[in-house]
């Protein structure tokens, strides 16, 4: 049986980033899967470590040959989960999670049925209106784009196998690594 694959996706601001540090912190033997990308490495990233950095022509090829889980394109470049480090991990029975985005969850269920899908919810709406506001790194049209996107991504919440709301980053966390643990059949 191949280890448990775990997607984590949310709105922007609910802290996914954070509570997905925490579950390697728990749980050291999980691996967090490494998108590749067709943008620029900012200073300070690596290639293969933060991001697999690849050329537009290289990520053509990855689609076309069905190389990836699931892809999407953003602010002008496109993101993807490979596929071949992600089963190479399972089959060596190394517990799998993903941060994506709510389409890439999708593209993920349409090809991998037994992945668990977990939805991070904020406490409330006011909750995350308030920590994406709180970041200051934005302008304020920005982050009314964002929170219009989030009120989308809170509508699919349904779409999942799991809502963990992110009232307590330890706890949180605590719950994906006992799903990543999971070994019951889906």
Not at 162 to 177: F, G, K, P, Q, S
Request: proline fraction near 6%.
């Amino acid at each position: 049986m191949t280890a448990p694959l775990v997607v984590v996706s949310g709105p922007s601001g609910v802290g996914k980033s954070t509570v997905v540090q925490a579950v390697l912190r728990q749980a050291p033997d999980v691996w967090l899967s490494v998108s590749a990308t067709t943008r620029a490495p900012r200073p300070g990233e690596v290639d293969g470590e933060h991001y697999c950095f690849v050329s537009q022509a290289e990520f053509d090829t990855l689609i076309a040959t069905g190389r990836l889980l699931e892809w999407a394109q953003f602010a002008g470049n496109r993101y993807g989960t490979p596929r071949g480090p992600v089963e190479e991990h399972r089959e060596r029975g190394t517990p799998v999670i993903l941060e994506i985005e709510l389409a890439g969850a999708r593209q993920v269920r349409a090809g991998e049925p037994d992945a668990r899908l977990v939805f991070l919810a904020p406490p409330s709406w006011e909750v995350l209106e308030a920590r994406l506001r709180g970041r200051g790194t934005e302008a304020e049209e920005a982050v009314r784009e964002r929170l219009a996107t989030a009120g989308v991504e809170m509508s699919a919440q349904g779409e999942f196998d799991d809502i963990v709301v992110n009232t307590d980053v330890e706890e949180a966390a605590r719950t994906l690594v006992g799903f990543l643990h999971d070994n019951t059949p889906r």
